[in-house]
């Protein structure tokens, strides 16, 4: 089972920046995708972005222009690079690895882990 450990996260203030990392237990070939979610407060997880084995990448709306994902297959390792933070990201942000097809993003990993926090205030 693929084990994920997120880091980069932290306090920042509106329009800062921030590049979450996501490093995995073992080589990711073999493996289609790989995706970021957030966690708001109160609030149920939110899919943001993903990057899928043909170097494809998508990305929701409310993020579009100010998130890139990106992954570095030697250091088995995904990133998320973030621009121009607003309040409304501040979350915890977990990577997850899978397939994507025209039915979404699937994971195939082995769960949740921590996450990494993201906190954007004045």
């Known amino acids: 089972q693929v084990q994920l450990v997120e880091s980069g996260g932290g306090l920042v203030q509106p329009g800062g920046s921030l590049r979450l990392s996501c490093a995995a237990s073992g080589s990711i070939f073999g493996i289609n995708a790989m995706a970021w979610y957030r966690q708001a407060p109160g609030k149920q997880r939110e899919l943001v972005a993903v990057?899928?084995?043909?170097?494809?990448?998508i990305y929701a709306d409310s993020v579009k222009g100010r998130f890139t994902i990106s992954r570095d297959n030697a250091k088995n390792t995904v990133y998320l690079q973030i621009y121009s933070l607003k309040p409304e990201d501040t979350a915890v942000y977990y990577c997850?690895?899978?397939?994507?097809?025209?039915?979404?993003?699937?994971?195939?990993?082995?769960?949740w882990g921590q996450g990494t926090q993201v906190t954007v205030s004045s």
């Open positions: 990057s899928t084995s043909g170097d494809l990448t």
């Open positions: 997850r690895s899978g397939r994507y097809s025209n039915w979404g993003f699937t994971p195939t990993d082995s769960g």
